[in-house]
């Protein structure tokens, strides 16, 4: 009994490890992963002097302001915009089971938003990122139905009167929901990953 007793504590100590360095490490890895994509010397920049900071971003790829109908979808006031999307570009998701994949950069001094910036609620782990030189806590979360698989890291800062946050999303269907016959095939998870964690890394602090 004492023997069966000894193994369940250690695989339960082991578990706890694991999920420990999992919340660490977050949803996406620190290290970049090649893209299909190789990233171009000529990236483009966007640069909000309002809240003080930039990154680059692949040429190749999709950037949205005109984001009036998209709310903050993983925030807790539904009314504040992302400042910006950046979206992998849809030739790339062809024949594949990906569904969608970006960069939702928001930025707000809103009085309720800012003091829960550092806690959302459903997050499933957090732990801290380096990005720029400076501290971002990030949160993990990802969920499974009808078929569809989604897929969430959050970086969030509090800088001074500001919530900064980077939400990387994925959503991806089920490769069993096709037929062979249709040629689909899964996509590059961890490419999809690099693509996006590539243009997070370039994020850095201006004066205002």
Request: charged share 20%; hydrophobic share 45%.
């Amino acid at each position: 009994m004492r023997s069966s007793f000894r193994i369940v504590v250690v695989f339960l100590i082991i578990g706890i490890l694991v999920v420990l360095v999992w919340a660490h490490q977050g949803f996406l890895p620190d290290t970049e992963v090649p893209y299909a994509i190789e990233p171009s010397d000529d990236r483009l920049v966007y640069t909000t002097q309002d809240f003080g900071f930039s990154f680059k971003y692949p040429k190749e790829f999709e950037l949205r302001e005109d984001l009036e109908q998209i709310p903050w979808e993983f925030g807790a006031f539904m009314n504040i915009r992302p400042l910006v999307r950046i979206a992998i570009p849809k030739v790339t998701m062809q024949g594949t089971n990906l569904s969608e994949a970006g960069i939702d950069v928001v930025a707000t001094r809103d009085a309720r938003a800012v003091p829960e910036c550092l806690v959302p609620p459903e997050f499933e782990a957090h732990g801290e990122k380096v990005i720029g030189g400076q501290v971002f806590t990030a949160f993990t979360q990802s969920g499974a139905g009808a078929g569809s698989f989604y897929e969430i890291a959050s970086y969030r800062r509090i800088a001074g009167d500001s919530c900064l946050v980077f939400d990387l999303f994925i959503h991806s269907t089920s490769i069993d929901n096709y037929d062979p016959a249709q040629g689909i095939r899964e996509f590059d998870r961890n490419a999809t990953i690099g693509a996006l964690e590539s243009i997070v890394n370039t994020y850095t602090v201006i004066p205002r």
